[in-house]
């Protein structure tokens, strides 16, 4: 069927987790809502797959609801550059990590039981623009053709590094995301279930795989020695970017099509969820300057948080005293933690016990 001939009040261009997530959050409203993406489901990408406590709690605002036996749950974050570790306390909440595909299915499913009209294999032109839609929505990632329609482009990423990623089936040695510093590269190690880890590197080395990258890791190593990878290396750019404008007109972008933070903060889906739901209500209020708003107040922290991670990437000497002040005084880590994460506006319902659903 013709795109055109469809009757929409919001077409939503791209359908990973930030599209989908707006597409929940105004069908919410009670709009009518159409996801026109060229790939088909599951779409996977390379990411940390860890979701800090306010990406779960947007999540569960979305009616998304996530088993224990879906995922892993994490209660802090480690900073380790050998013999220093440092951990940072979520404090009465806790992040959840799963894999990218689990949770992308996920959330189609919630998107079909709201009503939200799914195309799948729809590449989108100009043309299709036209669409009788109230509002257009760009989801479409960090080279979003909606923003440049748009006219909302600004040209290059202040900061681009590369990041890989692959699975292995140990069970997680640790109740936090473990962050190991070496060399202008990071390791992560995020449980993603009782007996899987994803296991990450991000560098500005485009060439950096994990199996070179490990080798400035040898604890890890050690943990990971004689468990093959149970999927395929995958590898995406992650980028720092920020515009000036994310509306202009019915046009408003989310997720990484609206601008991104280095994958350094963990923060890219969490924030994607989160301006969902401010996006939502501008609509529902009928002004999109109310997101605009919403939307610089959201990255404003983890601009702040990705460009002092960024420093410590760069300068060793700095990194390690900041690694041996946390370390030494774990309530500063742990409160710096919280504010990143807007830990005093959590609701008590993504407190949870851990016989109970993460979300």
């Given at each position: 069927m013709?795109?055109?001939?469809?009757?929409a009040?919001?077409?939503?261009v791209g359908?990973g987790?930030?599209?989908?997530?707006?597409?929940?959050?105004l069908r919410?409203k009670?709009?009518?809502?159409?996801?026109a993406?060229?790939?088909r489901?599951?779409?996977d990408?390379?990411c940390?797959?860890?979701?800090?406590?306010?990406?779960?709690?947007?999540?569960?605002?979305?009616?998304?609801?996530?088993?224990v036996y879906?995922?892993?749950?994490f209660?802090g974050i480690?900073?380790?550059?050998a013999?220093?570790c440092?951990?940072?306390?979520?404090?009465?909440?806790?992040?959840?990590?799963i894999?990218?595909?689990?949770?992308?299915?996920?959330?189609?499913?919630?998107?079909?039981?709201?009503?939200?009209?799914?195309?799948?294999?729809?590449?989108i032109s100009?043309?299709?623009?036209?669409?009788?839609?109230?509002?257009?929505?760009?989801?479409?990632?960090?080279?979003?053709?909606?923003?440049?329609w748009?006219g909302?482009?600004?040209g290059?990423p202040r900061?681009?590094?590369?990041g890989?990623?692959y699975?292995?089936?140990?069970a997680?040695w640790?109740?936090?995301?473990d962050?190991?510093?070496g060399?202008r590269?990071q390791i992560?190690i995020?449980p993603?279930s009782?007996?899987?880890?994803?296991?990450?590197?991000?560098?500005?080395n485009?060439?950096?795989?994990l199996?070179?990258?490990l080798?400035?890791?040898p604890?890890?190593?050690?943990?990971l020695?004689?468990?093959?990878?149970?999927?395929?290396?995958?590898?995406?750019?992650?980028?720092?970017?920020?515009?000036?404008?994310?509306?202009?007109?019915s046009?408003?972008?989310?997720?990484?099509?609206?601008?991104s933070?280095?994958?350094?903060?963990g923060?890219?889906?969490?924030?994607?969820?989160?301006?969902?739901?401010?996006?939502?209500?501008?609509?529902?209020?009928?002004d999109?300057?109310?997101y605009?708003?919403?939307?610089r107040?959201?990255?404003?922290?983890?601009a702040l948080?990705?460009?002092?991670m960024?420093?410590?990437?760069?300068?060793?000497?700095?990194?390690q005293?900041?690694l041996?002040t946390?370390s030494q005084?774990p309530?500063w880590f742990?409160?710096?933690?919280?504010?990143?994460?807007?830990?005093?506006?959590?609701?008590?319902e993504?407190?949870?016990n851990?016989?109970m659903?993460?979300v």
């Amino acid at each position: 069927m013709n795109l055109r001939s469809i009757q929409a009040d919001a077409l939503i261009v791209g359908g990973g987790p930030a599209g989908l997530a707006t597409a929940i959050a105004l069908r919410q409203k009670g709009l009518r809502v159409m996801v026109a993406e060229a790939a088909r489901p599951p779409i996977d990408k390379a990411c940390g797959e860890g979701l800090m406590p306010n990406g779960v709690e947007a999540l569960r605002k979305l009616g998304v609801k996530i088993g224990v036996y879906d995922s892993a749950p994490f209660h802090g974050i480690r900073f380790i550059e050998a013999p220093i570790c440092a951990r940072g306390n979520f404090g009465g909440v806790r992040g959840i990590g799963i894999r990218r595909t689990v949770l992308h299915t996920m959330l189609i499913e919630r998107a079909a039981d709201a009503g939200v009209e799914l195309r799948w294999g729809q590449r989108i032109s100009p043309a299709d623009l036209a669409v009788q839609a109230r509002w257009i929505i760009g989801a479409d990632g960090q080279r979003s053709f909606v923003r440049r329609w748009a006219g909302l482009d600004c040209g290059a990423p202040r900061v681009r590094r590369f990041g890989f990623r692959y699975h292995c089936p140990v069970a997680p040695w640790s109740d936090c995301v473990d962050v190991h510093w070496g060399d202008r590269c990071q390791i992560y190690i995020t449980p993603v279930s009782a007996e899987s880890l994803c296991v990450a590197v991000i560098s500005s080395n485009p060439h950096l795989r994990l199996e070179d990258a490990l080798l400035q890791f040898p604890e890890v190593a050690s943990r990971l020695q004689g468990a093959a990878p149970a999927t395929v290396e995958r590898g995406s750019v992650t980028e720092s970017r920020r515009l000036r404008r994310v509306v202009r007109g019915s046009v408003a972008l989310v997720g990484d099509a609206s601008g991104s933070v280095d994958a350094i903060t963990g923060e890219g889906l969490s924030l994607a969820f989160q301006q969902s739901l401010a996006l939502a209500d501008a609509i529902e209020a009928n002004d999109l300057e109310l997101y605009q708003s919403a939307h610089r107040k959201l990255a404003r922290v983890p601009a702040l948080t990705a460009r002092g991670m960024l420093l410590m990437d760069r300068h060793r000497l700095l990194r390690q005293s900041v690694l041996r002040t946390f370390s030494q005084q774990p309530g500063w880590f742990s409160g710096l933690l919280m504010m990143h994460i807007g830990g005093r506006s959590l609701s008590s319902e993504a407190i949870t016990n851990e016989k109970m659903a993460p979300v």
